[in-house]
C-alpha cells in the first residue's frame, strides 16, 4: 500500500532534498511524485491547489496538504514527534528554549545561507543542465555574500559539533540539501578546502 | 522593575517591529534597547555575541538569547502561550496541521514576500534618509516579483479572513511589518490601489 505521505517534485532540487533528508531522519515512509518543471507542470491547476506559488516541493500527508520545505519540515517533526530522531527538534524536556536554539539555524540558513549558495548552484549545475551559459559575475558577487555566512558558521562549528548544540538538528539537513550540489559537481573550481570540510 | 524581554534594535527596521508586534500581541512586557546602525554598533563585539550575523533584531529573556525575527516569534508563541492572543500560532487542539497551516504562510512571507518589498522599501524608504539616491529600476524589478506574490495573497484573503483561516496569526503582522513603510510614507507614488487594501 502507498505511504499516506507524499513529495511532489524533482529529487533534483534542494528544497525537495531538504524534505527527504529531515523524512528519513525521522523514520517517516514517502513516495516521491515527479514534477516535470521542464513542461511547466509546477504551475499547472492542479500543483498550485498544491501549493499556490507554483514552486516545489508540494506535500501531502492523508489529507493535509503543506508547502515551502522549511514549513513541511517543521510539520513533521511536530506530526512524527515519537518516530526517528526524536530530538531533532528540540528534546521535549528542553521546551520553547531548546526550540529556539535551533530555529534561528533554520530561518538563518532560509535568510542568509540559501539566498547566496542557490544562486552559485543555479549558476553552476542548472543553468549548464539547462543549455544556459553561466555567469561568473552573479557567481563571484554570491560568493562574497557566502563567505561572510561560512565564516559565522565556522565559528558556531567551533563552538559545538551542530549549530544548536552536540545533537544533530534540522539546521543540519536544511544546509546540506544546499551542500551536496558542490560537494558532488565541484564545477569551476568554485569549491574550496573550507567549503569542503563544512559539507 | 525592568522586563525581563528585551529587544535590540531601531523601531524603524521591519525585522524589529515584527518582533515588537508579536508580543503585543502576546501581551508580553518588553523593552526596546536601541542599536545605532549609522555608528556599527550591530557590528560590536558585545552585539554579535547576541546576534552572529550582526542583524537587528538580536532579542533575550531573562539568560535566553534568541536572533532571527521569525525564529523570535515562534519563541514569543511557545513561551508565552498562555498569554495574549492564545491562538496566534493555531489552536492547542488543532495540533501539528493547524500550525502548518500558518507556518508555510510565515516561511513563504520570509521567501517570497520579504525580498522583493524589502528592496522596494530600502530604495523608497532607507535610501533617501541615508543620503543616497533611489534606483527606480531595482524599484521597477522587484515590483514585478512582489505582483506576483501579490497575486497569490489576492487569492487566499479572498477565500478566508486571513491566511491560515479565520483567525489572526503570525503571518500578518510578519507581512505587516514590511507594509507600515508604503502604507506611512507613500512615496514615489509607488503604493496602488490593491496593495493599499492588502495593508
Request: proline share 7%.
Amino acid at each position: 500500500m502507498a505511504a499516506p505521505v507524499t513529495v511532489y517534485g524533482p529529487m533534483l532540487s534542494p528544497a525537495v532534498a531538504r524534505v527527504a533528508a529531515c523524512l528519513l531522519e525521522k523514520d517517516v515512509p514517502f513516495q516521491i511524485e515527479p514534477v516535470d518543471m521542464s513542461k511547466g507542470e509546477h504551475k499547472s491547476p492542479s500543483f498550485l491547489k498544491l501549493q499556490p506559488f507554483g514552486q516545489v516541493p508540494a506535500f501531502k500527508d492523508h489529507l493535509t496538504t503543506v508547502f515551502e520545505s522549511r514549513a513541511i519540515c517543521r510539520y513533521i517533526c511536530d506530526q512524527y514527534a515519537d518516530s526517528g530522531n526524536q530530538a531533532l527538534f528540540g528534546k521535549k524536556e528542553d521546551g520553547a528554549v531548546g526550540r529556539a536554539a535551533i530555529e534561528q539555524w533554520i530561518e538563518s540558513e532560509g535568510q542568509s545561507f540559501n539566498p547566496p549558495s542557490l544562486a552559485i548552484i543555479f549558476q553552476l549545475a542548472f543553468a549548464p543542465m539547462m543549455g544556459r551559459t553561466t555567469d561568473l559575475a552573479v557567481v563571484e558577487q554570491n560568493e562574497a555574500k557566502l563567505a561572510k555566512v561560512l565564516d559565522v558558521y565556522d565559528q558556531r562549528l567551533g563552538e559545538s559539533q551542530y549549530f544548536a548544540g552536540d545533537d544533530f538538528s534540522p539546521g543540519r539537513p536544511c544546509a546540506l540539501a544546499q551542500c551536496r550540489f558542490p560537494c558532488e559537481q565541484n564545477q569551476q573550481g568554485w569549491l574550496d578546502h573550507r567549503e569542503k570540510e563544512s559539507c
